[in-house]
């Protein structure tokens, strides 16, 4: 079973930018999609960006397109997500999450099987 641990989220000012990291433990399959998703109080899970196992498709959302960077190291077993140019609506609890069903589904929460607890990533204008 895979286990998935976010880290690096913190609060920080308008323009600002935070890398979170999704670390995967215990019996990780050799290839898997990761995604980053976010959910601001009150809203609807969202996603944010998906990488394949590979690294050489990634995929965004419209609104951290140009300013988020998604990444993988598989040596490490770990995906990262940079934040730049960080704005008041990035508010949210950030979740990682693999085991992508089927490709179809790689921006859709429900094509995951996996999740992270979440973390916090606060942003003052």
């Known amino acids: 079973q895979v286990q998935l641990a976010e880290s690096g989220g913190g609060s920080v000012q308008s323009g600002d930018s935070l890398t979170l990291s999704c670390a995967a433990s215990?019996?990780?399959?050799?290839?898997?999609?990761m995604g980053w998703f976010r959910q601001a109080l009150g809203k609807e899970r969202e996603f944010v960006a998906a990488i394949r196992w590979s690294g050489d498709e990634r995929y965004y959302g419209d609104s951290v397109k140009g300013r988020f960077t998604i990444s993988r190291d598989n040596a490490k077993r770990t995906v990262y997500l940079q934040m730049t140019n960080l704005k008041p609506e990035d508010t949210a609890i950030y979740y990682c999450a693999a085991g992508v069903k089927t490709i179809s589904l790689i921006k859709n929460s429900r094509g995951y099987t996996t999740w992270g607890q979440g973390i916090q990533v606060t942003v003052s204008s």
């Open positions: 215990g019996r990780t399959p050799s290839r898997h999609d």
